[in-house]
């Protein structure tokens, strides 16, 4: 990492790939999860509700190729020349037959203007024959596959049901990475009963994977959840970090970072009309923003305090 960049951001790791502007745009393409339909469990994990990712072009009863087109309307006025990743979001989008995924991807692909896919799904849900057909297809296209890792500590895991362990994680990780696709990591920093200090030695642990993308979130409460409800019960239960608590707590997680990972996000933004907390009134870019100005003063960088 150049030491002029506090962290690897994304935009630069796709400046490696592709010669102009690259939007992702995010698709429900009808998937469900084995969290959900009672392979693995019912209603999903504790945190869950897919209505926070969605936007509202992003509806099952429209097609692939209708989500994309309404997706590249949306953001073409800004940049015309702009090409597009084509996100399969929402739910668990290895989960299914492998001739109904190789239709949607490939629908996905023929878009014009659609030059990759990004494929978020569980580490539980990648079979070895989908493996196989994801490397042929990553010979030809722009393909990173995104893991819900969620936490490295199977007592969390198992708290917010997740239904799988850090073993299954790691395994999915190395296997995908092992087949020459860019894979990616997604956590959540808070979960209830995780200190600051187990969740920044979570950094360390994830380091140590061939991840090459990491994208980290505040816990946020969301109406309807599980989550929500044991919340009511049991506050206590929960640290809800505000806003300087948690840049503190990123930066340190940031320091103890590999140093040539690849930082996608470190918050999301919930509708405001589903969100309980912690609502911090700021967008993306204005924490961004923060985070960056605080590193500066305190001369932080991505891998600072890495040890291998």
Known sequence: MDRMNLYNEFPLFLKRYFPYKVQKISLNAGFTCPNRDGSKGYGGCTYCNNQTFNPDYCHTEKSVTQQLEEGKLFFAHKYPEMKYLAYFQAYTNTYGELESLKRKYEEALSVDGVVGLV??????CMPDNLL???????????????????STCNETLGRI???HT???????????????????G???????????????????????????????HQLQLIRG???????????????????????????DYIEHLRPDLVLERFVSQSPKELL???????????????????M?????????????
């Open 119 to 124: 494929v978020g799904t569980r580490p539980d």
């Open 166 to 184: 850090f073993e299954a994680a790691a395994d999915a990780v190395e296997r995908t990475a092992s087949c020459g696709i860019l894979t990616g």
């Open 276 to 294: 309980i907390a912690p609502d911090w009134g700021l967008k993306n870019y204005e924490f961004n923003h923060r985070l960056q100005k605080r």
């Open 132 to 150: 196989r057909y994801l490397e042929e297809m990553n010979r030809h296209t722009f393909l990173l596959v995104e893991y819900g890792i969620e």
């Open 186 to 216: 997604h956590v959540i920093l808070g979960l209830p009963g995780e200190t600051p200090a187990d969740i920044v030695a979570q950094a360390g642990t994830l380091s140590r994977l061939p991840l090459t993308t990491l994208k980290m």
């Open 225 to 251: 959840t599980r989550m929500a409800s044991e919340y009511e019960r049991h506050p206590e239960d929960f640290h809800l970090f505000d806003v300087e608590e948690y840049i503190a707590l990123v930066i």
């Open 161 to 163: 049901r997740r239904g």
């Open 296 to 308: 500066k003063e305190l001369g932080a960088y991505q891998g600072k305090k890495y040890e291998m």
